[in-house]
């Protein structure tokens, strides 16, 4: 009796073994075709996401400058997202330069937002940091808010002459891009 049993027992045991070998066969199988499906659903997909000549066309956007008068500013844009270029006076950087970093929620000097030897120009997203709403302060007669530098009313931010955040809930200064001068009166951003 006992060896009867030992033999079903070996005898179901090797049975089951040959079972789950061939499950995993298939499981293998299926999972080798599925991986192949895969690919093949990805390829069109990667050919999709190639930048199109229109999108490599908006990397990056040229700017005069020339025609901006110190204290004045302008709007354009880039990527589709609003860009403050703005020409800071001389009494504007002064301001910028005499605010201790203790002092800001995100600190950054005037110097480390521009570029060497041209602290006057001032180039940021025109985009706050709080929701994203587009902040006043770049157009003429615009609200510049406590700071002098912008003044965002969906909810009270208030940034200064080097457009740090200084009042308000939004977290951070306004973003400085990727830029630089192609010539003193040129800047490409992006
Ligand atoms: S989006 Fe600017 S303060 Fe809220």
Redesign the pocket.
Known sequence: MATKATSAEVSDTTGSQDGVRRRDFLNVAAVSFAGVGAVAAIAPLLVQMAPSGDVLALATTEVDISKIQPGQGIKTTWRKQPIFIRNLMPKEIAEANAVPLSELRDPQTLAERTKPGKQNWLITLGV?T????V?LGIGEGENRGPFGGYF?P????AYDTAARIRQ???PKNLVVPEYKFTSPTTVQIG
């Open positions: 706050c709080h929701l994203g709403c902040p965002c969906c909810h009270g931010s308000g809930p939004a």
